[in-house]
């Protein structure tokens, strides 16, 4: 069996309603991690306590608390507050990481499926389950409609060699789109699973930000353009998810965030063949449909995929 030390690096702030729901569902994991890393981002509520807790009661689990700003800061904050935990590891100790938020609820083995299908194929360098959440009238569960092209950025699980071939998480907004695109310019894949063994509750629904729902679609349309998205595609991405919660505003929400931002020629993600790669990854979506276009770069990147070498762990003592 290949080695499953798996290291998770939280970064979260003011989650007092959600903490304890994910922190009961990763200690039931199946397999748990060798390490978690939570970086308390200055929260101002209970969530400090609450972690200390569950510190106390499970080793794996490591707290470090960051003094208070005095507001949430998303996309480049996030990341920041991720890397504040990752600088406190070695990589290199660990055969996969996760940035795992503190609002979701996860299925018991929902770590040991996805490292049993990476196993099976070497190329897959980042995967996920999909997101749904409850809607409160009716209790039904509502997909977040997350693409199969890449692994979700509330849970996204890596292969430590492919975290550190793409060089890591960008320090923006869309840092969770970025990665999978550079995935695939290396030869990787990235992918996520609809799969009732993998999908998980996510307790605050993707894009509903913490203020509003058209806060959080506008956020997503401005990250949209400034990770290089295409016009034509990025109106195609708004009319597929009118009828997705919330109805219509929500996709109206993100073309104005993308066009505010195209009319103040706000700046774009700096790498040109990225955003090149992007652009022709985009288009054959349009022309193909996205899971043709995707099995199609993938099968053409396989050529730039270049394998880690094997782990050799020490042998016990």
């Known amino acids: 069996m290949n080695s499953r030390r798996y290291c998770l690096i939280t970064p979260c702030r003011d989650e007092e309603k959600f903490a304890l729901a994910t922190l009961q569902s990763v200690t039931a994991q199946s397999i748990a991690p060798a390490l978690w890393v939570i970086v ?9 306590g609450i972690l200390d807790q569950h510190a106390a009661r499970f080793p794996y689990i490591r707290v470090l608390h960051r003094g208070d700003r005095g507001f949430r800061q998303l996309g480049a904050g996030v990341i920041d507050a991720f890397y504040h935990g990752y600088d406190t590891i070695n990589p290199n100790d660990f055969d996969f990481l996760c940035k795992l938020d503190l609002d979701v609820q996860l299925p018991p083995r929902y770590f040991e499926s996805l490292m049993q299908r990476m196993e099976q194929n070497p190329r897959i360098g980042t995967a996920s389950g999909k997101p749904y959440f409850l809607d409160p009238p009716t209790g039904r569960r509502i997909s977040e409609k997350c693409g199969d092209e890449n692994s979700v950025g509330m849970a996204k699980f890596y292969r430590t060699a492919c975290f550190l071939q793409i060089g890591g998480f960008v320090r923006e907004l869309m840092w969770d789109g970025i990665d999978g695109h550079r995935c695939r310019m290396l030869g990787w894949i990235a992918v996520s699973w609809d799969d009732p063994e993998l999908n998980f ?11 509003n729902w058209w806060t959080g679609r506008v956020r997503h349309g401005t990250g949209q353009y400034f ?35 195209a009319a103040r020629r706000q700046p774009r993600y700096g790498d040109r063949s990225f955003r090149r790669f992007l652009r022709r990854y985009q288009w054959s979506c349009l022309l193909r449909g996205k899971a043709r276009a995707t099995a199609l770069i993938d099968a053409r990147q396989a050529a730039h995929f270049r394998p880690p070498p094997p782990r050799h762990d020490p042998p016990p003592p």
Request: charged share 15%; net charge positive; hydrophobic share 35%.
């Open 40 to 48: 308390d981002d200055g929260s101002s509520d209970g969530t400090g």
């Open 227 to 261: 990770m290089g998205t295409g016009p034509l595609y990025m109106l195609a991405s708004a009319i597929y998810r009118l009828g997705h919660p919330p109805l219509v505003i929500g996709s109206i929400a993100n073309l104005w965030g993308y066009c505010k931002s």
């Open 201 to 211: 509750q996510h307790l605050r629904p993707m894009g509903a930000s913490h203020k």
